[in-house]
């Protein structure tokens, strides 16, 4: 069981930075992948970044490249997600995510934090 906690989701305004952070707990060891995911109203949940400890790499989609930076500390089981330049469409719920080691779906959510970016 691992369970994952998020937090720092807030209002911001558009061009402002925000830091959203994400703490795993329980049986944090089956866990090889942390990452994020967004759900903005009537859309399907997206994910926005990951990063893999066995491969020692990271992931980002197109949409926030070169805004958003993802970190980890693997010993922890913590992920960062520092997002800069926000814009009203990175408005969503940010969800954690986790993947454990060989899986190739997310087997663990966190209750998710809202993200609003006024403009």
């Known amino acids: 069981q691992v369970q994952l906690v998020e937090s720092g989701g807030r209002l911001v305004q558009a061009g402002g930075s925000l830091r959203l952070s994400c703490a795993a707990s329980g049986w944090t060891f089956s866990i090889d992948t942390m990452g994020w995911f967004r759900q903005a109203p009537g859309k399907e949940r997206k994910l926005v970044a990951s990063?893999?400890?066995?491969?020692?790499?990271?992931y980002y989609a197109d949409s926030v490249k070169g805004r958003f930076s993802i970190s980890g500390d693997n010993a922890k089981y913590m992920v960062t997600l520092q997002m800069n330049s926000l814009r009203s469409e990175d408005t969503a719920i940010y969800y954690c995510?986790?993947?454990?080691?060989?899986?190739?779906?997310?087997?663990?959510w966190g209750q998710g934090t809202q993200v609003t970016v006024s403009s």
């Open positions: 990063i893999t400890g066995s491969r020692n790499s990271t």
């Open positions: 995510a986790a993947a454990r080691v060989g899986s190739r779906e997310t087997d663990y």
